[in-house]
Nanobody
Framework: QVQLVESGGGLVQAGGSLRLSCASS????????MAWFRQPPGHQRDLVAS???????KYVDSVKGRFTISRDNAKNTMYLQMNSLKPEDTAVYYC????????WGQGTQVTVSS
């Protein structure tokens, strides 16, 4: 069973940056479309960005130009570089297959202060 572990969250001021990491127990990134999701307090968990097996990336409009998804297949790790952070980016961030096939990790909290 694949295990996903997110890290890199924290408290940052608006306009700041964070880099999230998603480590997998198996070599899944090169053969799957993987994604980052986020769940703000009191809201549902929504997709933020995805990266296909061939490297194609997609983003929701609210993060386009600010967030960059990438992966390192050799390290079984996926990243989310988040720049120009806004208070509305505050959420718990999770990684998973874009179709949510794998068990969810514990997520990593991102808090952006105004």
């Amino acid at each position: 069973q694949v295990q996903l572990v997110e890290s890199g969250g924290g408290l940052v001021q608006a306009g700041g940056s964070l880099r999230l990491s998603c480590a997998s127990s198996g070599a899944i990134f090169s053969s799957n479309t993987m994604a980052w999701f986020r769940q703000p307090p009191g809201h549902q968990r929504d997709l933020v960005a995805s990266i296909g097996s061939l490297g194609a990336t997609k983003y929701v409009d609210s993060v386009k130009g600010r967030f960059t998804i990438s992966r390192d297949n050799a390290k079984n790790t996926m990243y989310l570089q988040m720049n120009s952070l806004k208070p509305e980016d505050t959420a718990v961030y999770y990684c998973n297959h874009v179709a949510k096939y794998f068990d969810w990790g514990q997520g990593t909290q991102v808090t952006v202060s105004s």
